[in-house]
């Protein structure tokens, strides 16, 4: 244990940097995040109208109407209870490590660290893929805009959507590598760009929408199309992705822990109310397309502009209208992206600071001028470029990069909600605990997300052809298994020096740590690490 500071030292940490001080790290990023600014990154990252127009494309072959509405409903609930119990986890640890810190703090000795390590690689290659698929969402949006602004007649190559792509990636990164303060103002601008927006669809569209493209009651609540050719019962579970993916990265908000106020409160509230949020004006977006959207679904689906919203957009709101509104989504999709990036590489900075990615010693890094981790903000950036090349595999190996992203998410969000109650662990809940409902909600949680990883790993059709098969399963069995070869590697491998989360306090912060509440003296964190809080 470091020795007590100097008495001459005033230094006294606040209660933000107690509780991370608890945790075992020292305060290194400025926390210009308020309350208010981490719960609009939530939002913001969560992307609700620009995540349906990205994945409307799940929905509308595997049930149409009935799918978009009822399916978007029954979703939401389970959605809910896998934020709650993401929230009570957050609360009680507020750090950027997040997930797999948690899997460590409330493990058994025995298998903690390899729970911890695939953990976290589960969780950054989610956030990674995770940027690749909003952007690459986000060129394919472009390309549409182009095609309503050319009346069809243009088509992009995949050479061309590569570059867009690319060039939006490389976008982020410079975006992102601003200070802390000037990435926490934007989301304010941010939430309001992402309400208005989805407010103009629900309000807006319905009014302008032309009568013969106008739905009855009947058939936008009721009607189910099969055009996916799976049974209707399992077709209407396969749509439940464009609802999962829509509201996706519960763990946005965690990852910028350590530069939030109040980030014991803050954090988990943020998970919940942008869950609570998006559920709700996701389902009145997909209430008004599906009143908006006529009934020829196949010509919706099959559009030359090759976006169903677009298409949708275009019938109601003609050429011009419709330009104008899919560029402001695809604004708000390039939000969701810079998000996304900001997101990631916090994480991938807190798995460098502990030492389990390769190059650890490059990216675990402040930049002097911004007081961010820029090092990895380009580090995955050049990530998400390279993942982008599957598009020159097939149209089925990129759109793989979606469920990849929540199939691995899954599985970084399933380990440390059932390990709290798998193994024997002192956690302490923090300022936000759900009592009695804590293992109710994460069996909801664990139970529900398992199911959807083995239906995700199904391909769109059954009758498909190894172009046009579901590589999920394919690309990120192959990924983990490296993760885990690299763990069990002899002689260099993680399973010979991998610790789990490492303190990195020095002796002043210590000391002062040790002056602020004296029941942290003497305390073995490696051997004795639980979940805990700070009382300050």
């Known amino acids: ?130 940027v690749a698929s909003v952007n690459w969402a986000c060129a394919i949006q472009i390309a549409a805009a182009i095609s309503i602004a050319t009346d069809q007649t243009y088509v992009t190559t995949n050479k061309q959507l590569y570059g867009i792509y690319a060039a939006l990636v490389l976008s982020h990164a410079v975006l992102v590598s601003l200070g802390t303060k000037v990435l926490a103002r934007l989301q304010r601008i941010y939430t309001f760009v992402n309400l208005c927006l989805c407010f103009i669809v629900i309000i807006a569209l319905p009014i302008a929408t032309p009568p013969e493209y106008r739905n009855s009651a009947s058939f936008a609540l009721g009607d189910f199309t099969n055009l996916a050719g799976w049974p209707s019962g399992f077709a209407f579970i396969l749509s439940f992705m464009a609802p999962l993916y829509s509201i996706g990265g519960y763990d946005a908000s965690v990852h910028m822990s350590e530069e939030a106020s109040n980030a014991a409160t803050a954090i988990p509230w943020a998970i919940i109310s942008s869950i609570g949020v998006s559920v709700v004006l996701g389902w009145g977006i997909n209430v008004s397309l599906a009143f908006c959207m006529g009934t020829d679904l196949e010509s919706i689906l099959n559009s030359p502009i090759g976006q169903p919203m677009a298409q949708i957009l275009y019938n109601s709101l003609g050429k011009k209208g419709a330009l104008a509104l899919w560029c402001l989504i695809i604004s708000t999709l390039y939000i969701v992206a810079s998000n996304s990036l900001l997101v990631g590489s916090r994480q991938t900075f807190a798995f460098a600071r502990d030492g389990a990615l390769p190059f650890s010693r490059y990216l675990y890094r402040i930049n002097r001028y911004t007081q961010t981790p820029v090092n990895t903000v380009w580090f ?77 790993s199904f ?54 740590r040790r002056d602020e509440n004296s029941m942290l003296e003497k305390e073995q964190r490696d051997a004795e690490l639980s979940v805990s809080v700070v009382d300050v």
């Open 380 to 456: 995955d950036s050049i990530f998400v470029i390279v993942i982008g090349l599957l598009a020159f595999v097939s149209t089925a190996a990129i759109n793989a990069v979606f469920t990849i992203g929540l199939t691995a998410s899954y599985v970084s969000f399933i380990t440390p909600i059932a390990t709290r109650f798998a193994f024997k662990n002192d956690f302490k809940p923090g300022p936000f605990h759900l009592g009695k409902l804590s293992f109710p909600i994460a069996a909801i949680a664990v139970s529900s997300m398992v199911f959807m990883i083995v239906v995700f």
């Open 1 to 130: 244990m470091a020795t007590r500071a100097p008495a001459t030292s005033k230094w006294q940490p606040g209660a933000d940097e107690a509780v991370l001080a608890k945790l075992g790290y020292k305060q290194e990023f400025r926390r210009e995040f308020s309350p208010l600014e981490v719960s609009g990154l939530a939002f913001s990252y969560t992307g609700v109208l620009p995540g349906i127009a990205s994945v409307l494309f799940y929905a509308i072959p595997n049930g149409g109407p009935v799918a978009m509405v009822w399916g978007w409903a029954f979703v939401g609930p389970f959605i809910m209870c896998i934020g709650l119990a993401m929230a009570e986890l957050a609360s009680a640890a507020p750090t950027s490590g997040g997930l797999y810190y948690w899997t460590y703090s409330l493990a058994s000795p025995r298998c903690r660290c390899f729970l911890s390590w695939i953990v976290g690689y589960s969780n950054t290659i989610q956030t990674i893929t995770g």
């Open 459 to 512: 391909p769109s059709t059954p009758q498909t052809t190894a172009q046009e098969m579901n590589y999920t399963a394919v690309v990120l069995g192959g990924y983990m298994a490296l993760a885990i070869s690299w763990y069990y590697c002899p002689v260099y491998g993680g399973v010979y020096w991998f610790n789990g989360p490492v303190a990195n306090l020095t002796p002043v912060i210590e000391g002062a």
